[in-house]
């Protein structure tokens, strides 16, 4: 076996696949010299089953990568496992990569002709702006952003987030790997000195905005830096804010009808019991409410089936997040909050 090693470069390269391949790794090789060629079998989450993501018309990625369109199950998109998908996870434009090793040691394992483009991407790549920002720097489509995404997902240099943001909630992972606390310190110090990583856990610990974990200004970058690396190494994940539009309970048979009284104001009714209770909270909230908010509620109540997250909302719709808070603010007894991976 030495001798065919020493002697075959085909045998070599072979050692090479079936080494990386063995430990779930990509494997580069370089036949002839002159061939450049990268191997993988891709992570798929086989456990989970296999979820068809839908395609939307106007946006392009690689054939194995989605973006979304209506509305999919959150863990149909999203696994709190980490870096294992169910298939590949959407990309949308809020969303963002995060390298998953430093830039410098992607690009070395680059192949000389690979895309100018990409090279640019992985160089300017931060995971505080959006790829529809990025698209802009890069002055390219957002089609081929999502191209280039999808290449760095596939071959495992990075994993698509939403944009980290000090106002983002971020949790500790139920599946988080804690058990060599003491090494996972180590490495933490080496690229984060001056934090603890057990305290900071600690805190994650709360929900609460990631701003409020630390209270000295001059400590942002510092902290955005450590979330950033807790991401990457899988031991947090983000909550995400979805809303669930509170209906009036439905009337039991045998109870007595309530009397409501209609204002000329009222608005039109089919006439049954639910309906002039609902018409009756809506003219309410109305006369409180400026004909503005009230006609953004009317128009995102269709996102109130807490099937989808605010980012995606705000993304959809156009509008910013003051507008959605002056909702939220006026319709607080109609919208519920939850949180969730």
């Known amino acids: 076996m030495k001798e065919i090693l020493r002697a075959s470069s085909l045998a070599k390269d072979i050692r090479e696949i079936y080494t990386a391949i063995s430990a779930n ?36 990625g690689m054939d194995v ?62 995971p505080t702006q959006s790829l529809q920002e990025l698209h802009f720097l890069l002055d390219c489509s957002l089609a081929q952003i999502y191209r280039l995404a999808a290449h760095l997902i596939y071959w495992r240099k990075a994993k698509l987030i939403h944009t980290i943001n000090t106002r983002n909630i971020y949790v500790v992972s139920p599946n988080a790997k804690l058990d060599d606390i003491a090494s996972l310190e180590v490495d933490f110090n080496l ?32 902290y955005l830096e450590a979330i950033t690396y807790l991401i990457r190494k899988d031991l947090v994940v983000q909550l995400h804010m979805y809303l669930v539009l509170l209906e ?21 009714t089919n006439g049954s019991p639910n309906d002039l209770e609902l018409n009756r909270l809506k003219r309410l909230t109305y006369e409180r409410a400026p004909k503005e908010v009230a006609d953004l509620f009317e128009r995102l109540r269709p996102y109130m089936n807490g099937q989808y997250h605010i980012e995606e909302i705000i993304y959809r719709e ?18 519920a909050t939850v949180y969730h991976y």
């Open 318 to 335: 156009g509008i910013s997040r003051r507008q959605l808070g002056l909702v939220l603010k006026y319709y607080r007894d109609r919208i």
């Open 191 to 222: 690229h984060i000195p001056n934090l603890s990583l057990s305290v900071l856990l600690s805190k994650l610990q709360q929900v609460q905005q990631y701003h409020q974990v630390y209270h000295i200004k001059e400590l942002k970058n510092q």
């Open 65 to 126: 990568i989605k973006t979304r369109d209506n509305a999919s199950s959150l863990m149909d998109i999203y696994s709190v496992a980490g870096y294992e998908y169910d298939n590949y996870p959407v990309i949308c434009p809020y969303h963002t990569l995060l390298l998953l090793e430093d830039p410098e040691e992607v690009l070395k394992n680059m192949p000389l002709d690979a895309s100018p483009t990409l090279v640019q991407l992985v160089q300017i790549l931060t």
């Open 248 to 268: 009036p309970p439905e009337k039991k048979s045998g109870q007595e009808t309530p009397q409501v009284e209609q204002s000329e104001d009222a608005l039109p």
């Open 25 to 60: 790794k990509a494997a580069h090789v370089i036949i002839n010299d002159f061939i450049d060629l990268s191997l993988q079998i891709p992570i798929m989450n086989h456990d989970r089953g296999n979820t068809t993501l839908p395609v939307h018309d106007n946006q392009v």
